[in-house]
């Protein structure tokens, strides 16, 4: 019997006494079985399996340093020592992450995992790794079985040969590498990422549980309000983060809401089958979540109550109108939202991180040569010099402080074009003496 997990998303009204088999649903993986009796949000969340996943007492060295090209924080290209991550592996493993996604249309799972590992931030606690944040400590069972977690071993366990296969890489960094490339891979905006994440050691580093948002609150926009302020974000930034809910379901057997299955949710192209989804095309990112939960006309379309309150905020409601007319500004706000959701509470090395794309390839614009504008301006040159540099501009009929008049160079060219005519006529001869 499939029941539910002990989860901060889990309606109180699903609790039955029946372990959950969360694993199932990823052909190939161990089932993990989450024991549930009573209440909810009381019990010790306890994995009980034959399966140990091999992260959960490996201590990885981070003290090797990396030392490769990439680009740094400002864009430009530049030689990284990183004794985090290398940044060939990651770009590596970013090709291996769109494969794994095609194969297994799990975009929804990593945004999940990475969205949860960050999550658990408190702006308040300067001290890493106590602040919670993106520092891979959600492979751990302490924090992989946190009931908001309920599922998400399926996530870690899709990642983990792409992390035996690129050593050089830290959890913290693979885990928001595959969530930013599961949103542009489904036709989401580019995030402008960060890495060099340096990953906790061991399940001692584990976030506390309960500070990830609860789907059915008593009060869900002072909830969300109090969680995410938490983590520091705005109105703004809270409405368009739900934004992702555009892509994935929800599974009664793990957090105990939506349906079990929908007309969206079963046959082929849906990875494992299962679940209700936020939107039709929920393998692909758009703003249709806006509009869906603004309509709620399809039975078969999930809104949650931390859905809803965002169609009846006014603050909120402000952001769903605007993301459901303009999809173009939903995008530009939810890259910069998720790029900032990524680095929270993350301990960089090299300090700032780095990027592994290319710079932006800005076109440079044409100027006109101006003397003035390659000046030091601090009066290294002399005041005789500066009075002959302006002799020299004033006799071309120019001006250091002006731009000098194209017609200067128009004119320039005509006579040595009329001279170059008149010497191929022989006028202008010296042989010619005749
Ligand atoms: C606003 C507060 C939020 C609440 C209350 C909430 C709640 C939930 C719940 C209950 C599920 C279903 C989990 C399951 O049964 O498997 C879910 C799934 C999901 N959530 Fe959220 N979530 C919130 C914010 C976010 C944010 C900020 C992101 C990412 C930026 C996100 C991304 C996702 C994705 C992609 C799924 C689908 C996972 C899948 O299909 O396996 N959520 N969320």
Not at 256 to 285: C, H, I, M, R
């Amino acid at each position: 019997m499939v029941g539910v997990s002990s989860s901060l998303h889990t309606r109180a009204a699903s609790v039955q006494t029946v372990v959950q088999t969360p694993a199932a649903s990823v052909a190939g993986l161990p089932v993990l079985r989450f024991p549930v009796s009573g209440k909810l949000h009381k019990q010790e969340p306890k994995l009980e399996s034959e399966f140990v996943p091999a992260f959960s007492a490996r201590i990885v060295s981070q003290k090797k340093r990396n030392v490769t090209a990439g680009v740094g924080a400002r864009g430009r290209a530049i030689r990284i020592m990183s004794a985090a991550s290398n940044p060939e592996q990651l770009k590596a493993a970013r090709e291996d992450v769109k494969k794994l996604i095609a194969e297994k249309k799990c975009n929804p799972i990593l945004i999940r995992l990475a969205w949860h590992d960050s999550g658990s931030y408190d702006k308040n606690i300067v001290e890493w790794p106590r602040r919670g944040g993106a520092n891979g400590s959600i492979r751990f069972l302490p924090e992989l079985g946190h009931g908001a977690n309920a599922g998400l071993i399926n996530a870690v366990k899709l990642l983990e040969p792409i992390k035996e296969k690129y050593p050089d890489i830290t959890h913290a960094d693979l885990y928001q590498l595959a969530s930013a490339t599961a949103i542009e891979e489904a036709g989401g905006p580019k995030i402008p990422m960060k890495y060099g994440r340096v990953d906790t050691r061991g399940p001692e580093e584990c976030a506390v549980e309960g500070n990830l948002p609860d789907a059915g609150p008593p009060d869900p926009s002072d909830h969300l309000r109090k969680v995410f302020y938490r983590m520091g974000f705005s109105e703004k930034e809270i409405v368009a983060l739900s934004g992702a809910h555009t892509l994935g379901r929800s599974r009664p057997e793990r957090s105990g809401w939506g349906k079990k299955e929908t007309k969206y949710t079963v046959g082929d192209n849906v990875g494992a089958p299962g679940g209700q989804s936020w939107t039709v095309q929920w393998l692909k990112f758009d703003n249709s979540y806006f509009k869906d939960i603004k309509a709620q006309s399809d039975e078969d379309l999930l809104v949650l109550p931390t859905d809803k309150i965002l169609t009846e905020d006014s603050e909120f409601k402000k952001y769903t109108e605007k993301y459901a007319e303009d999809q173009d500004a939903f995008f530009k706000d939810y890259a910069l939202a998720h790029a900032k959701l990524s680095e929270l509470g993350s301990k960089w090395d090299p300090e700032g991180g780095f990027s592994i794309d290319e710079a932006p390839k800005n076109e440079p614009v044409p100027q006109k040569f101006m003397a003035a504008k390659y000046s030091s301006g601090d009066n290294s040159l002399s005041d005789s010099m500066k009075a002959k540099m302006r002799a020299e501009y004033l006799a071309v009929g120019g001006s250091p402080d002006k731009p000098l008049s194209s017609n200067y160079f128009l004119n320039i060219i005509i006579a040595v074009a009329v001279l170059a005519i008149l010497a191929s006529l022989g006028a202008l001869s010296p042989l010619d003496v005749s």
